[in-house]
């Protein structure tokens, strides 16, 4: 089966950094996915990881280690639009691509 | 191409009464996907079609629910009889899986938000 945990909610102030932890049980692994949504929006792709290690892209980063089951998305420079909800996935197997996402951190920017 | 459209957006309707879906996949997507997601969860797999072949359901797909892809490209959602349990966001997603995993990167519609009242 598969499991993926994250927390909840966080809050974070405009212009600081944040990290959003995500864990993950998998009988097998096919990368990880890290999504946003905001309110009443259609969740939108932010990263894939497959290998170990940190990936860059602009003000997000993503982090993997597939030996611990954890994968981590840092946001930095925060800006008041990046207050939504960020989903960790994977993959249920690498033939279909169907997703089992965890249930979603709520990131709340404050001035 | 715009993207994935479904249509309505939102959607009320009575308990008991039956409802119906649409999405339209971005066109050269031959992989959809149905989910479902509740307030502050989550999306939750329903089914996945790879072009007109429903290949998956979940066993959260009761009988009541049923999905369609007729010519592989729009696919429609009918949920019978419906039940209060079932008000949530149906979102549609699509991909274009060749194989090689970064394409299978999912893009997903903006969703349909029913309430069953």
């Known amino acids: 089966g598969q499991n993926i945990d994250q927390p909840t909610e966080m809050t974070a102030t405009e212009g600081a950094i944040v990290q959003i932890n995500c864990t993950y049980q998998?009988?097998?692994?096919?990368?990880l996915f890290w999504y946003q949504q905001h309110a009443g929006e259609a969740p939108t792709f932010l990263s894939y990881?497959?290998?170990?290690g940190l990936e860059e892209k602009g003000r997000f980063s993503s982090f993997l280690s597939r030996s611990k089951g954890y994968s981590y998305l840092l946001l930095k420079e925060l800006q008041m639009k990046d207050s939504a909800s960020y989903l960790c996935?994977?993959?249920?197997?690498?033939?279909?691509?169907?997703?089992?996402f965890g249930q979603g951190t709520t990131l709340q920017v404050k001035p | 191409d715009t993207g994935v459209s479904q249509d309505p957006r939102h959607k009320i309707t009575k308990r008991g009464q039956n409802v119906t879906f649409r999405c339209d996949p971005i066109?050269?997507?031959?992989?959809l996907y149905w989910y479902r997601q509740t307030l502050g969860q989550g999306p939750e797999f329903l089914t996945y079609?790879?072009?007109?072949?429903?290949?998956?359901k979940s066993r959260l797909l009761s009988d009541r629910f049923s999905a369609e892809r007729p010519k592989g490209s729009f696919s429609t959602l009918e949920i019978q009889r419906t039940e209060q349990g079932d008000s949530a966001m149906y979102l549609c997603?699509?991909?274009?899986?060749?194989?090689?995993?970064?394409?299978?990167?999912?893009?997903f519609g903006q969703g349909t938000r029913l309430t069953v009242v």
């Open positions: 997603a699509s991909s274009s899986g060749t194989g090689h995993f970064m394409n299978t990167e999912a893009f």
């Open positions: 079609f790879q072009n007109e072949a429903q290949l998956e």
């Open positions: 990881n497959v290998l170990d």
């Open positions: 996935a994977v993959p249920r197997s690498s033939n279909t691509g169907k997703l089992i």
């Open positions: 066109s050269e997507h031959n992989r």
């Open positions: 998998t009988s097998g692994f096919n990368g």
